[in-house]
Nanobody
Framework: QVQLVESGGGLVQPGGSLRLSCAASGRIFSIEAMAWYRQAPGKERELVARFISAGDTNYADSVKGRFTLARDKAKNTVYLQMNSLKPEDTAVYYC???????????????WGQGTQVTVSS
């Protein structure tokens, strides 16, 4: 069984910073990608930032220059440092991991439970 545990959300004023963490644990053979998504009320879930196994990192245009994705491969953990936060960054942030639980097996996507980020004065 695979678990993704997120932490670090909260309430912050515009211009402030938060750091989200996501740790994957359980029966994991390999992680192909780990990413942060977000979903604001009334909107679809969107990709915020993503690591893929080849080493590439992708960011949504709306967060480039403000958010930074980092990872600790040994701990199967990714961190999202969010700076210069804006009210439009308010959303539930979800961690997603594309991984194999056995060698040569299919890649499945797993989700964390979500963590609320609210940017408001």
């Amino acid at each position: 069984q695979v678990q993704l545990v997120e932490s670090g959300g909260g309430l912050v004023q515009p211009g402030g910073s938060l750091r989200l963490s996501c740790a994957a644990s359980g029966r994991i053979f390999s992680i192909e990608a780990m990413a942060w998504y977000r979903q604001a009320p009334g909107k679809e879930r969107e990709l915020v930032a993503r690591f893929i196994s080849a080493g590439d990192t992708n960011y949504a245009d709306s967060v480039k220059g403000r958010f930074t994705l980092a990872r600790d491969k040994a701990k199967n953990t990714v961190y999202l440092q969010m700076n210069s936060l804006k009210p439009e960054d308010t959303a539930v942030y979800y961690c997603g991991a594309d991984l194999r639980v056995v060698a040569l097996g299919p890649v499945y996507r797993y989700w964390g439970q979500g963590t609320q980020v609210t940017v408001s004065s």
